[in-house]
């Protein structure tokens, strides 16, 4: 049995896309998911699956687009992918709070950073499945857009440890 993180989209962000909790708990229970556990409220739940990452993003997002009557997107990182993802920070020394992964479903493409706009003082970086971004002012005030990432979504580094810790307790 595996240990797996799943990222929601564009969950419980700016007054949309409302979903407690409790009931994100509850679907990956119904959808035979072992030792759920959310963690704040913003779409992240770790568990344990014989499932495979793609088998589990379909079951998910296929759940969750009848909760929400929209398509809701799912980004699945198993526990060892989740800590590659924290170790491979290429900004180990800046604010962890102040900078994130943007997870992608697939690589990002080798010209992901050519179109991007309102860059001032980000700096960004290519991950396997991720990009980096470095806001040295925050993000609060980032003019940023990086088309390349419009599908991803975003965690910084400390939710990305405490996420990549919780799944590799349930692996021992």
Known sequence: MGSFVALLRAVN?????KLP???LKAMCEELGFADVATYIASGNVVFTSRKSESAIK???EKRLHAYAGAPVGVLVRSAVEMAQVAADNPFPKAAPNRTVA?????APPADALAGIRGQKDEELRLGRREIYVHYGDGMGTSKLVIPAAKAGTARNMNTIATLAKMAAELQQ
């Open 102 to 106: 943007i997870f992608l479903d697939r």
């Open 21 to 23: 909790m409790s009931e």
């Open 13 to 17: 962000v700016g007054g949309t896309g």
């Open 58 to 60: 379909t079951a998910i």
